[in-house]
């Protein structure tokens, strides 16, 4: 199959506008056509909507047209307009976060690479960094099919009018803002038009003509569960090995570890707490647990862990069955029989009074 022609009808239009002027006929399309090194068929598509009669376009109507485009204001949702994150009560600070606020404060462009496995805080820190200080932040989940029209904007049909929309980079540029590039290893090559931006300058918006200036306090932190190498054991089905320029952009690159078994207790008291369901001896039972589970996968002797996102959902449904060993059963079912059992079995050494509880 053919790659399909990048051609634009902006380019189009202006090609034939500096050559033939207002009106065009079928023979400037067809002399087009070869120049582009397209077919007359797919360059009349392109003029469909500026079409006036049988071999007839009007140029006119398509400067009035491009200059609606270029003048319209961008698109925001009213929602999209507060950006500052909100403080979450059961957030607790451990790890790199003092690291990660200081960067923030500094309102330095310091791109910043988090890196760890899953659930243990990466994202969550940022937001509260960011909350604390009261920075707007723009987060953007990254995936396989995010492309440059996603991430710096595009031309949007508006009241039947197509108008200019500002993508969230664009918009954290002007904002001054914190853009949040989540999960930024599931990303293909397309997000390589970040390139200059990652280097402190701004963006040029080439479909519009504009240049957009990078206003102080803009920074981007990419949080990943890999290193941007890919995942050799399978864990993270997905990631892909990223552009080593991409990656040399980032000044630095934080490790992420779960929390302490301390911290992990303090982070479980407050959700719980904030819950009604304050349970301490619990909380206390659920950090050693996953603790001992954690050092268990380090060495090799298991496959799977449980994460602090993992624990916290298990103290919410606690919260609605006041069941500790029913709550743990049905958020551990997402692992295969054999590590399922496994975790049941070692959760009931640790917790003694685990087995006088309803099985329901």
């Known amino acids: 199959m053919p790659a399909p022609n990048p051609l634009t009808t902006t380019q189009l239009v202006g090609y034939l506008s500096e050559k033939y002027g207002s009106q065009i006929n079928a023979d400037h399309v067809r002399e087009a056509a070869s120049h582009f090194g397209i077919g007359y068929a797919t360059t009349t598509k ?11 376009w009007n140029i006119e109507k398509v400067k009035k047209q491009l200059e609606r485009q270029i003048t319209s204001p961008s698109v925001i949702p009213e929602i999209q307009q507060n950006l500052k994150p909100v403080k979450d009560p059961n957030f607790v600070p451990f790890g790199n976060f003092s690291d990660v606020k200081k960067i923030i404060a500094s309102k330095l462009f310091y791109p910043t690479f988090i890196t760890g496995l899953s659930g243990n805080g990466k994202t969550l820190s940022v937001e509260q960094a960011c ?38 980079v664009v918009e954290a540029l002007e904002r001054g803002a914190v853009l949040l590039l989540d999960e930024v290893d599931l990303a293909s090559n397309k997000i390589l038009c970040l390139q200059s931006i ?63 078994v301390k911290t992990e ?6 959700v719980s707490g904030n819950l009604g369901v304050l349970d301490e001896e619990f909380c206390e039972n659920l950090a050693n647990w996953s603790d ?68 329901d």
Do not use: M
């Open 46 to 56: 392109r003029l469909r909507q500026f079409y006036v009669q049988r071999g007839t």
């Open 131 to 168: 909350a604390q200080l009261n920075r707007e932040l723009i987060r953007v989940n990254i995936t396989i099919e995010t492309d440059e029209d996603d991430l710096i904007g595009g031309f949007r049909l508006v009241n039947g009018e197509t108008a200019w929309h500002n993508g969230p």
């Open 292 to 359: 001992i589970i954690r050092r268990t996968f380090k060495d090799g002797g298991i496959d799977e862990v449980i994460s602090t996102r993992r624990l916290v959902h298990i103290i919410r449904a606690f919260a609605i069955w006041q069941d500790r060993l029913k709550a743990i059963k049905l958020c551990v079912n997402r692992f295969d029989d054999e590590t399922k059992q496994s975790f049941l079995d070692l959760y009931d050494k640790i917790d003694v009074n685990v087995g006088e509880e309803s099985d």
């Open 265 to 270: 207790q303090k982070i479980l008291e407050k």
């Open 198 to 260: 990652l280097e402190g300058k701004g963006v040029f918006l080439k479909k519009i003509g504009k240049y957009v200036e990078r206003k102080p306090g803009f920074n981007v932190i990419a949080t990943a569960n890999t290193k941007g190498k890919g995942s050799e054991d399978g864990r993270f089905i997905g990631t892909n090995v990223l552009n080593e320029a991409f990656l040399e952009r980032f000044a630095l690159t934080f490790e992420q570890e779960y929390p302490s």
